[in-house]
């Protein structure tokens, strides 16, 4: 599957709700309102995310962009989000299954620790519905769900 084939199964401005998970607190869910928009951008060759959402009163924003080849399921991109990155960009490296679902994992460093994992998973969008789910990874492969994103196209 090409990235370039399913574009236009993403492109559009989303709607829905961002759940941020701090499973170490007592009350680890934190949920917002959420705007995604996406678009094809460098002649159509990457799609680009950008989002917003809320934690605790205060706007956070982020953007996603990803390409491939288009000769191969190999996905690359580069995130960034307000919240829990000090300047710095996650280059991330994965796959598209013959589904068109992604999935991307980059990593983070951790003081006077090893680097922990990060994992984004974008299946498909269907019926216009799309979900986002970004997992952390401890140093010894144990992953937590730490932000769960559910939007509806909205035009």
Not at 116 to 134: A, E, F, Q, S
Request: hydrophobic residues 40%.
């Amino acid at each position: 599957m090409k990235l370039i084939d399913i574009h236009n199964k993403y492109i559009g401005l989303w709607k829905g709700n961002h759940r941020l998970i701090l499973s170490w607190l007592p009350d680890p869910n934190f949920d917002s309102i959420s705007n995604l928009a996406i678009k094809a951008v460098a002649n159509n060759k990457f799609l680009m995310f950008t989002y917003d959402w809320y934690h605790e009163g205060v706007a956070q924003e982020g953007m996603l962009l990803m390409g491939n080849n288009n000769k191969q399921s190999e996905v690359t991109a580069s995130w960034v989000d307000s919240w829990g990155m000090d300047g710095r960009i996650m280059n991330c490296y994965g796959t598209m299954n013959e589904a068109g679902d992604i999935s991307l994992r980059g990593s983070y460093e951790v003081p006077d620790n090893p680097d922990w994992g990060w994992r984004i998973d974008i299946p498909l969008p269907t019926d216009h519905n799309l979900r986002i789910k970004m997992y952390n990874v401890s140093p010894n492969g144990e992953e937590t769900l730490a932000i769960d994103a559910n939007y509806r196209l909205v035009e």
